[in-house]
């Protein structure tokens, strides 16, 4: 069983920046596929992937802002958020995937015009 605990998010001016953090808990997540997603309403979709090896994917809309990283030592994933919009307004989800799916709780981050 994986635990994840997101931290990191807040209230910020349009251009600035945060960094989530999610510790996980419970078991190893270095081989696991590890995500951040966001979610408005309803809606979820995905931020950025990083997979064991360390390969890379982000949505279209973060490309060049958001930069996703691991570090297995401390079984933590990170999403740094820079030229931050107000679109980017949501709350974030720490995402792990492996055998399971494992979903943190969330972090609220705020990004006001």
């Known amino acids: 069983q994986v635990q994840l605990v997101e931290s990191g998010g807040g209230l910020v001016q349009a251009g600035g920046s945060l960094r989530l953090s999610c510790a996980a808990s419970?078991?190893?997540?270095?081989?696991?596929?590890m995500g951040w997603y966001r979610q408005v309403g309803n809606q979820r979709e995905l931020v950025a992937k990083i997979?064991?090896?360390?390969?890379?994917t982000y949505a279209d809309s973060v490309k060049g802002r958001f930069t996703i990283s691991r570090d297995n030592a401390k079984n933590t994933v990170y999403l740094q958020m820079n030229s931050l919009k107000p679109e980017d307004t949501a709350v974030y989800y720490c995402?792990?995937?492996?055998?399971?799916?494992?979903w943190g709780h969330g972090t609220q981050v705020t990004v006001s015009s």
């Open positions: 995402n792990a995937q492996a055998f399971r799916t494992y």
């Open positions: 419970g078991s190893s997540v270095s081989g696991y596929v």
């Open positions: 997979f064991s090896g360390g390969t890379t």
